[in-house]
């Protein structure tokens, strides 16, 4: 019995040294799978894992060949690319409370744009199919008009509001705005309906007397007036159905014919268009004096109105 046991002895600490020393098992190459929940630690320490066979390496050229059910098969997969969808106007832009807003451009699908029809009810709906997209000013056209359908080819964020300008088309292509800090040398103040406001023509240099004198507007279809939101600025545009003459009561000056304003001349609560003329020069009203055309403290210093 003693002889057994002084057998046994060193054994048993043979194998007490070796329970407490590390246990390196010997991995192969390529031979172990990646625990792939484990994040960094995927593999043991010293090897990495390839993502592509799942499998831990210290030596990528000792790689075997892999296995047929290792290798992804690529021959018929589709590749899905994201949709390119319209942009909004900016992450900081707070919507309105309608279906959807066209000055943000939110509320409508990926590949809509939110816009007004020409009731002035809003529209989720895509470019004209087909169609060039037609920027600021541009002419453009309408389909489907008048309907929650209603489209146009002008670009996003923008809407082809119908007017006598476009050359045959149907209108031209108008920014939404919110204030006129929005637009660019143009004033926020075109209501195309349910409140939604788009920006005006730009300010132009132009002169906006009367007749043979009206001048400075390219092309024959556009005209020259003083503005009816900012009296010390000129804009060339079309004429605003129906066309009033002198006399006639108005809400814009472009209602009138090019050479006159719509302004309250008679100081009396209701505007109507009047002659525009040269400050300082009677000739221009007759021998009576050209008054000075002015909103709130705003004035033009060098164009007025024929008060009679």
Known sequence: MRFRLRSIAPLLASLAGAALGCYKPNI????????????????????KCDVASQRCYQNPDAAPDRPVSDVPDTRDAEVSEPPICLDAKSPSCTPGSGMCDPFCQTGCGCKEKCSVNTNGALTCNELTPGQMVHGLGLPCDIGKRGTAMQTDNCDNG???????????????????CRTNADCNNA?????IGGGIKVCDVPFD???????????GCPGMALGCWLSTTDPSKTICDCQFPPGLGEGDLCTRSRECYPGLVCV??????????ARVCR???????NGSPCATY???????????????
């Open 28 to 47: 192969q190459d390529w031979g172990l799978k990646c625990a792939m929940d484990a994040g960094t630690k995927a593999c043991p320490e010293g090897f």
């Open 158 to 176: 923008l809407v082809c509001l119908e007017d006598t300008c476009g050359g045959g088309s149907a209108g031209r292509c108008y920014q939404f």
């Open 187 to 191: 004033p926020c103040d075109r209501d």
């Open 205 to 215: 240099d132009c002169v906006p007397l009367p007749s043979s004198a009206n001048t």
């Open 264 to 273: 309250d001349r008679q100081g009396l609560g209701f505007t109507e268009c």
């Open 279 to 285: 400050l300082g020069v009677p000739a221009d009203c």
């Open 294 to 308: 002015m909103i709130g403290m705003v004035a033009n210093t060098t164009f007025g109105f024929c008060r009679f």
